[in-house]
């Protein structure tokens, strides 16, 4: 069976044109009205929401044009600079086709398509914004807007890099995944990347291990060659945000489908990402594995976590006076844990994972006693030492499955996370920079479109 590879690059809004202010609407013929609440009691600026907008079919026509988005309540139409991610248009299966032809259908039953928009916000802490989202064919000329600092781009996809303004992101033109990433602030080196040993990627999973083939990644998909494990890709671009969504067969796995979507922000140290694993048989299993970071070892001094009480708590991976000392695992954390992560505290840099959803759905299998070895770990397993010590390596990772059973046809392992690039600070300062991102990435904004078009009773 072979697996079509395609690389999709979405129609995004012209947001290059120089800011301004609007004195009237624009001249589209109709608007939805998009509220953002912030409800974290934290100020933000230029935060990423993303919300999905249903529009009546027919109703739009040009993609670059037909939708403009403003901020309407502080008196004046003032354009925001946004981002169509996606169209969704229903599929209309036997079912529907026939309900629309009986001529008893009625004709005020309205058939929806969702536009996929993203957009940054400021917000003062506890208040509100509203924004007009106009759509249809413009009667006049418009001027969209851009993001203060756009995303820059190197390189070409899928192997791009993607300048978010404090750090870079690299991802691996075979695979896909992160392969590594260069922050801009390291206390150190000019352009320290931080990444492992021979351009093997830091996002290395989901990952399945069935004994009889041992361990397959999606760190090991390669685009470059058509085949079974040439995952697809669709890619957004633009100047607000970059998205990759990619699904295929996971190598090695016995025909486990997987997909994975990173979404990168412009101005913003971190991305957010969402993977799932879907057993399509019976598969004999040692291990499934979710959220997986690896660095080459000594690149990470200090692994942390979430304490009971939601405070950081670290410990060494790295001894200074004996760098040939191994630690093992270093911690044993559970699979809800609100974040975990490693640092170098030479380079005043660190990587967080926030854990925001976590989803085991293995029907049959829902009592089994193999779920409870669900967990996360940190750990510096010593694999290459001392003999080859440039391949050993620090990771994160979390199993869902960590000892030989079966897991059923249907299983479902899916996550979302949100990975932050942070600054270390000293003393009772260490965690300050990180600990602003957990609040402001675990509280989100509400978001609220009206009116909500209901069938007709």
Request: net charge neutral; charged share 15%.
């Amino acid at each position: 069976m072979l697996t079509r590879r395609y690389l999709l690059v979405l129609v995004l809004l012209p947001a290059l044109a120089p800011f301004a202010v609007l004195a009237q609407a624009p001249p589209y013929p109709s608007f939805i009205t998009i509220t953002v609440t912030e409800r974290g009691g934290t100020a933000r600026t230029g935060w990423p929401v993303t919300v999905g907008v249903p529009i009546r079919c027919g109703e739009v026509k040009d993609p670059s044009t037909f939708l403009y988005l403003v901020r309407s309540d502080l008196g004046k139409n003032e354009p925001v600079p946004f981002q169509l991610f996606d169209i969704v248009t229903p599929t209309a299966g036997p079912e529907i086709q026939a309900a629309i032809k009986a001529p008893d259908f009625p004709k005020d039953r309205l058939i929806m398509r969702l536009f996929e928009i993203g957009f940054p916000v400021d917000l003062q802490p506890n208040a509100a914004n509203t924004y007009l989202l106009y759509y249809g064919t413009p009667t006049g000329p418009v001027t969209p807007v851009a993001p203060p600092v756009p995303l820059g781009y190197t390189g070409d996809n899928p192997g791009i890099s993607i300048d978010a303004g404090d750090v870079i992101f690299h991802l691996n033109p075979k695979s896909g995944s992160v392969l590594y990433f260069t922050p801009k602030f390291s206390a150190e080196k000019k352009d320290y990347h931080f990444k492992q040993a021979a351009r093997r990627d830091v996002h290395y999973n989901p990952d399945v291990f069935v004994p009889q083939l041992s361990w397959g990644h999606i760190s090991d998909w390669d685009m470059t060659q058509p085949g079974l494990y040439a995952p697809t890709v669709k890619i957004a671009r633009g100047p607000f945000a970059y998205r990759s969504f990619r699904t295929g067969v996971i190598p090695r796995s016995n025909e486990t489908k997987a997909t994975v979507t990173y979404t990168f922000y412009a101005g913003l140290p971190f991305f957010y990402t969402s993977s799932s694993m879907e057993f399509t048989l019976d598969t004999n299993v040692f291990s499934v594995r979710n959220s997986e970071y690896v660095f080459s070892r000594g690149m990470m001094t200090h692994g942390f976590w979430a304490d009971e009480n939601g405070n950081p708590k670290d410990t060494p991976l790295l001894d200074p006076a004996n760098p040939a000392r191994v630690f093992g695992k270093v911690a044993v954390l559970p699979s809800n844990i609100p974040y975990l992560g490693m640092f170098n505290e030479v380079d005043g840099v660190g990587i967080c994972l926030v854990n925001l959803a976590y989803y085991v759905g293995p029907h049959n299998m829902a009592d089994d006693a193999a779920n409870l070895w669900s967990q996360f770990y940190i750990s510096d397993p010593g694999l290459h030492m001392p003999n080859n010590p440039v391949f050993a390596f620090t990771y994160l990772v979390r199993p869902e499955i960590y000892h030989q059973t079966v897991v059923p046809k249907g299983a479902i392992f899916a996550e979302r996370n949100a990975i932050v690039i942070f600054r270390v600070g000293q003393g009772d300062k260490r965690y300050e920079d990180l600990l602003r991102w957990i609040k402001l990435i675990r509280t989100p904004p509400a978001v609220n479109v009206s009116p909500v078009i209901m069938p007709p009773l």
